[in-house]
C-alpha cells in the first residue's frame, strides 16, 4: 500500500476529524490506532491517520511515538506528514505542538512548518496570528476552563514559542489573500531570520487552499482539519489521486447490537447534549468522587446499565461543570483526576461491550482514546459524516466483530447529536 498524505493525530477524536475531512474532500482515507500491527488488513488508500494520545502526555513521550509513526509512514510512501492539532490548538507551555512539530521537521531535514489550527467549518479563524473560536478570542472561550489544557493566551505566535527551541514567526492574512507565491516568498524571508515554524492566519476555505498548495511542496506541517481540507484539495488539483474518490456508504452496513453513549467531555457543547438526551432516553451522572474512591461506582454504573441497555440506548457522563471540575482538580490533582476519570469511563465503555452493544458515541478525546484503548480496536474506516468533524467509524480487525463509533470531540455536534449519531447506526 503506497500512500500520497501521512497524518499523526494527537488524539483519537481529532484523528476521526481530520479523516472526515480528507475524506470529504475526495481521498481514500483509513485511520489506524497508533502503528497497527504488520498483520492487520488495511484497505487500499490515499491517506492514513494514525491515531496517537499524545496530547496530554510529556513532551519526550510525545515526540517518540511521533518520531516512530512519521518513520512507519514515511516508509509507506507519504510525501506529506501533517501533525493533526486540536483545532483550539490544545496544549501547555511544556508541549506538545512545539517539541513535536520540531522534531518531526528535524528528521525530514529542517525548514520552515506551516502551522495553522484554523477549521473555518466549525467557527475556528485564525487573524494576525490570534485564534477565535466561534466570535471569541481562545483566552475568552469556553477552552479557557479545559480540565487538561485550559488555553489563556490567543495570540498562537506567543503560545507556539513557548514551547518552541527555535524562533516562531507569522504569515499573515495579506499575504496569503496574495497566493501561493506571496506566502512562499514570506516563508523564504522567515528561514532566513532563522524561524523553523510560522503560524498561518486563514479565515475562509480558500486561504487554507493556498496554504494546503504551500505546504504539500514540503515535508511536513502542523494543523486541524482546515489544513487537511487544504491538503487534500490540492493532492486531487495535482491529478495525482487515482481513484474516483471516496466513498463513505459500505462503511455503514448495520451491525445490529445495543447502543450506548458514554461522555468525558467537560465542554460547554457537551454538558448541553446531554442535558438534551435526558429528554428522549436514560442518563446516568456519574459522582466524579465516587469514581475516585474505589471501583463501587463503576460496578453501580454498569448494573445501571444492565437494567435499562436492552430497551435503548443509555448515557453514562461523568461530564461536569468547571466549578465542580475544579473543585475535584483541587483536591486530587489536574492530571491524577483526569486521568483517574478516564480510565473509570473506558472500564465501563468495555463492560457494555461486553454487553453487547456494538453501536457506540463516546464525547471528549481523552475519553474516547482511554475507551478505544481499552477495547483494542486497530483501525477505522470513515463513513458519512453526522457532524462537522464527526463521521461514523466502522472498526476493521476488531475482536468483537464489527461495530459502529462515533468519537466525538468535546466541542463538536449540535444539541441533538447524540440521537442524530445513533440515527446514522444500525
Ligand atoms: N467530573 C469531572 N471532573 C474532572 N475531570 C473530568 C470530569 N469528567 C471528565 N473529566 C476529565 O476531563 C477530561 C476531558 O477531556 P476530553 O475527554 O479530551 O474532552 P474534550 O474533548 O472536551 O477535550 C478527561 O481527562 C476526563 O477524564
Ligand atoms: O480539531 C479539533 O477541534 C478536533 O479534531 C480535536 O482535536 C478535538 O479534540 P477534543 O476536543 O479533545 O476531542
Same mark, same amino acid.
Given at each position: 500500500m503506497a500512500i500520497l498524505l501521512g497524518s499523526i493525530a494527537d488524539d483519537y477524536t481529532g484523528a476521526s476529524d481530520l479523516a472526515n475531512t480528507l475524506t470529504k474532500n475526495g481521498l481514500r482515507t483509513v485511520q489506524t490506532v497508533g502503528i497497527p500491527d504488520p498483520s492487520l488488513a488495511l484497505p487500499d488508500v490515499d491517506a492514513v491517520v494514525v491515531s496517537l &494520545? /499524545?496530547?496530554?502526555? @510529556?513532551a519526550s513521550d510525545a515526540v517518540t511515538a511521533a518520531s516512530s509513526a512519521e518513520r512507519w509512514l514515511r516508509q509507506r510512501g507519504a510525501g506529506h506528514v501533517l501533525y493533526k492539532i486540536c483545532s483550539t490548538f490544545d496544549?501547555? !507551555? *511544556?508541549?506538545n505542538i512545539g517539541p513535536v512539530t520540531e522534531a518531526l521537521s528535524d528528521a525530514a531535514g529542517g525548514g520552515v512548518v506551516l502551522v495553522t489550527p484554523a477549521f473555518p467549518e466549525t467557527g475556528r479563524t485564525v487573524y494576525l496570528g490570534h485564534l477565535f473560536v466561534g466570535g471569541q478570542p481562545l483566552n475568552e472561550s @469556553?477552552? &479557557? !476552563?479545559? @480540565?487538561l489544557n485550559p488555553m489563556h493566551d490567543a495570540n498562537l505566535v506567543r503560545v507556539l514559542t513557548r514551547q518552541s527551541r527555535n524562533a516562531v514567526g507569522l504569515v499573515d492574512l495579506t499575504a496569503i489573500a496574495a497566493g501561493a507565491g506571496a506566502v512562499k516568498a514570506r516563508l523564504d524571508a522567515l528561514r532566513t531570520a532563522g524561524v523553523t515554524a510560522v503560524i498561518a492566519d486563514a479565515i475562509f476555505e480558500r486561504d487554507l487552499e493556498t496554504l494546503g498548495e504551500v505546504a504539500l511542496e514540503t515535508p511536513v506541517s502542523t494543523g486541524a482539519s482546515g489544513l487537511g481540507l487544504g491538503l487534500a484539495r490540492a493532492l486531487v488539483r495535482s491529478g495525482r489521486i487515482s481513484s474516483d474518490g471516496a466513498t463513505t456508504a459500505d462503511a455503514i452496513r448495520p451491525v445490529g447490537g445495543l447502543s450506548a453513549i458514554v461522555a468525558g467531555s467537560c465542554s460547554k457543547a457537551t454538558l448541553h447534549q446531554i442535558d438534551v438526551a435526558e429528554r428522549s432516553m436514560p442518563v446516568l451522572r456519574l459522582d466524579p468522587e465516587r469514581l475516585l474512591a474505589g471501583p463501587d461506582e463503576i460496578a453501580a454504573a454498569i448494573s445501571w446499565a444492565g437494567d435499562r441497555i436492552s430497551a435503548g440506548p443509555v448515557v453514562i457522563a461523568a461530564s461536569a461543570a468547571p466549578e465542580t471540575v475544579s473543585r475535584l482538580q483541587s483536591l486530587h490533582g489536574r492530571e491524577a483526576s483526569g486521568h483517574a476519570i478516564e480510565t473509570a469511563t473506558s472500564i465501563i465503555t468495555a463492560e457494555l461491550v461486553e454487553r453487547g452493544v456494538r453501536r457506540l458515541v463516546v464525547a471528549g478525546g481523552e475519553t474516547s482514546g482511554a475507551a478505544v484503548d481499552r477495547l483494542a480496536i486497530p483501525a477505522f474506516l470513515i463513513g458519512p459524516e /453526522? *457532524?462537522?468533524?464527526v463521521p461514523v467509524l466502522r472498526t476493521v480487525g476488531n475482536a468483537q466483530g464489527d461495530m459502529l463509533l462515533a468519537l466525538k470531540s468535546g466541542n463538536f455536534g449540535g444539541e441533538d447529536f447524540f440521537t442524530a449519531a445513533l440515527a446514522m447506526m444500525h
Amino acid at each position: 500500500m503506497a500512500i500520497l498524505l501521512g497524518s499523526i493525530a494527537d488524539d483519537y477524536t481529532g484523528a476521526s476529524d481530520l479523516a472526515n475531512t480528507l475524506t470529504k474532500n475526495g481521498l481514500r482515507t483509513v485511520q489506524t490506532v497508533g502503528i497497527p500491527d504488520p498483520s492487520l488488513a488495511l484497505p487500499d488508500v490515499d491517506a492514513v491517520v494514525v491515531s496517537l &494520545k /499524545i496530547r496530554s502526555v @510529556p513532551a519526550s513521550d510525545a515526540v517518540t511515538a511521533a518520531s516512530s509513526a512519521e518513520r512507519w509512514l514515511r516508509q509507506r510512501g507519504a510525501g506529506h506528514v501533517l501533525y493533526k492539532i486540536c483545532s483550539t490548538f490544545d496544549s501547555t !507551555d *511544556a508541549g506538545n505542538i512545539g517539541p513535536v512539530t520540531e522534531a518531526l521537521s528535524d528528521a525530514a531535514g529542517g525548514g520552515v512548518v506551516l502551522v495553522t489550527p484554523a477549521f473555518p467549518e466549525t467557527g475556528r479563524t485564525v487573524y494576525l496570528g490570534h485564534l477565535f473560536v466561534g466570535g471569541q478570542p481562545l483566552n475568552e472561550s @469556553p477552552l &479557557k !476552563d479545559h @480540565p487538561l489544557n485550559p488555553m489563556h493566551d490567543a495570540n498562537l505566535v506567543r503560545v507556539l514559542t513557548r514551547q518552541s527551541r527555535n524562533a516562531v514567526g507569522l504569515v499573515d492574512l495579506t499575504a496569503i489573500a496574495a497566493g501561493a507565491g506571496a506566502v512562499k516568498a514570506r516563508l523564504d524571508a522567515l528561514r532566513t531570520a532563522g524561524v523553523t515554524a510560522v503560524i498561518a492566519d486563514a479565515i475562509f476555505e480558500r486561504d487554507l487552499e493556498t496554504l494546503g498548495e504551500v505546504a504539500l511542496e514540503t515535508p511536513v506541517s502542523t494543523g486541524a482539519s482546515g489544513l487537511g481540507l487544504g491538503l487534500a484539495r490540492a493532492l486531487v488539483r495535482s491529478g495525482r489521486i487515482s481513484s474516483d474518490g471516496a466513498t463513505t456508504a459500505d462503511a455503514i452496513r448495520p451491525v445490529g447490537g445495543l447502543s450506548a453513549i458514554v461522555a468525558g467531555s467537560c465542554s460547554k457543547a457537551t454538558l448541553h447534549q446531554i442535558d438534551v438526551a435526558e429528554r428522549s432516553m436514560p442518563v446516568l451522572r456519574l459522582d466524579p468522587e465516587r469514581l475516585l474512591a474505589g471501583p463501587d461506582e463503576i460496578a453501580a454504573a454498569i448494573s445501571w446499565a444492565g437494567d435499562r441497555i436492552s430497551a435503548g440506548p443509555v448515557v453514562i457522563a461523568a461530564s461536569a461543570a468547571p466549578e465542580t471540575v475544579s473543585r475535584l482538580q483541587s483536591l486530587h490533582g489536574r492530571e491524577a483526576s483526569g486521568h483517574a476519570i478516564e480510565t473509570a469511563t473506558s472500564i465501563i465503555t468495555a463492560e457494555l461491550v461486553e454487553r453487547g452493544v456494538r453501536r457506540l458515541v463516546v464525547a471528549g478525546g481523552e475519553t474516547s482514546g482511554a475507551a478505544v484503548d481499552r477495547l483494542a480496536i486497530p483501525a477505522f474506516l470513515i463513513g458519512p459524516e /453526522i *457532524a462537522p468533524g464527526v463521521p461514523v467509524l466502522r472498526t476493521v480487525g476488531n475482536a468483537q466483530g464489527d461495530m459502529l463509533l462515533a468519537l466525538k470531540s468535546g466541542n463538536f455536534g449540535g444539541e441533538d447529536f447524540f440521537t442524530a449519531a445513533l440515527a446514522m447506526m444500525h
